[in-house]
């Protein structure tokens, strides 16, 4: 299945959630926003959002400081 992540292209295999993409790129779900095909969808449906090949995705890492 091919998505693409901040513009770019990547090939996961399926079936495959939200929740456990963020977990395969390795990201903090807690320190991170997603936005699927224009919508931003809440840390809460992650698990029950499935994904599909051609979506496109918007990932923004927050980032702590001073």
């Known amino acids: 299945m091919l ?4 513009g770019n292209q990547k090939t996961f295999a399926p079936p495959l959630s ?8 390795g990201m903090k779900g807690d320190r ?19 994904l599909k090949d051609g979506d496109q995705l918007e990932i923004v890492h927050f980032v702590g400081g001073g």
């Open 32 to 50: 991170v926003a997603v936005e699927l095909n224009r919508e931003i969808i809440s840390r809460t449906q992650w698990a029950d959002t499935s």
């Open 18 to 25: 939200l929740a456990e993409l963020v977990e395969q790129l």
């Open 3 to 6: 998505l693409s992540i901040n």
